[in-house]
């Protein structure tokens, strides 16, 4: 059974930077492209930015680019989002999870709050 725990999120103002922490479990993770998803209120889930298996290539939704960075470790079956100079708009709770075809079992995820 797929288990994705996220965390890391918290309270932040505007231009401040957080690290999210995604530990997967039950599956060989670092066979896979992982990718960080997030969802604001009222709003549809949108994907942010995925990581290759190898870490050697990384994919950016263009709202986040050159702000955020993904990373991983596979020996730890870790994956990480680096968010730094975050706007209100990046408000959400953000999720873990394979890319581009997610599981179906989603993590509970960790909420982002960018407000002064």
């Known amino acids: 059974q797929v288990r994705l725990v996220e965390s890391g999120g918290g309270l932040v103002q505007p231009g401040g930077s957080l690290r999210l922490s995604c530990t997967a479990s039950?599956?060989?993770?670092?066979?896979?492209?992982m990718g960080w998803y997030r969802q604001a209120p009222g709003k549809e889930r949108e994907f942010v930015a995925a990581i290759t298996w190898s870490g050697s290539r990384t994919y950016y939704a263009d709202s986040v680019k050159g702000r955020f960075t993904i990373s991983r470790d596979n020996a730890k079956n870790m994956v990480y989002l680096q968010m730094n100079s975050l706007k209100p708009e990046d408000t959400a709770v953000y999720y873990c999870?394979?890319?581009?075809?997610?599981?179906?079992?989603w993590g509970q995820g960790t909420q982002v709050t960018v407000s002064s």
């Open positions: 039950g599956r060989t993770f670092s066979t896979y492209t």
């Open positions: 999870n394979v890319y581009p075809s997610p599981f179906d079992s």
